[in-house]
């Protein structure tokens, strides 16, 4: 009976993370989309939330190397994980910010969000692609 358990709450773990990443990739897509105007479309709204999906999905919780003197090397995968959890997340609250307070950054602060989240998810997407496969 523990099995299932584990299970189910493995999947919900999973699934909470990849609304997370969705809700994430919305509030960017806002905030990129408001700005720009090309962008401005539902397509790319749900192109933002699909990439933050996936991205939470496969890039946290990625397994890890055990830690001896056998695996001393860096973990790329963990590495890029952390990296483009930090990215995308630090992405996603200045965006927030950006909504709630009203403000109006410069361009360049929109295009910079813009490939912050898309290197953050890419990041998270290639790490949990890469951890998944040695295992």
């Known amino acids: 009976m523990r099995y299932p358990v584990r299970k189910a709450a493995h999947i919900f773990e999973r699934v909470g993370l990849a609304m997370a990443g969705a809700a994430c990739g919305l509030f ?4 990129v989309g408001s700005a720009i105007p ?11 939330m699909a ?3 996936v991205g939470f999905y496969l890039g946290i ?5 055990p830690f001896d003197e056998a695996h001393s090397a860096i973990d790329a995968a963990e590495f890029l994980s952390s990296a483009g959890t930090l990215c995308a997340t630090l992405t996603a609250l200045a965006s927030v910010a950006v909504i709630v307070l009203r403000l109006d950054p410069h361009l360049a602060w929109t295009w910079l969000s813009l490939f912050g989240w898309v290197g953050g998810v890419a990041m998270q997407i290639v790490a949990g692609a890469k951890a998944r496969m040695r295992t």
């Open 61 to 65: 919780d990625t397994p890890q190397l």
């Open 38 to 48: 090309v962008l401005t479309t539902q397509g790319f709204l749900l192109l933002m």
């Open 28 to 31: 960017v897509g806002a905030y």
């Open 51 to 53: 990439l933050g999906a």
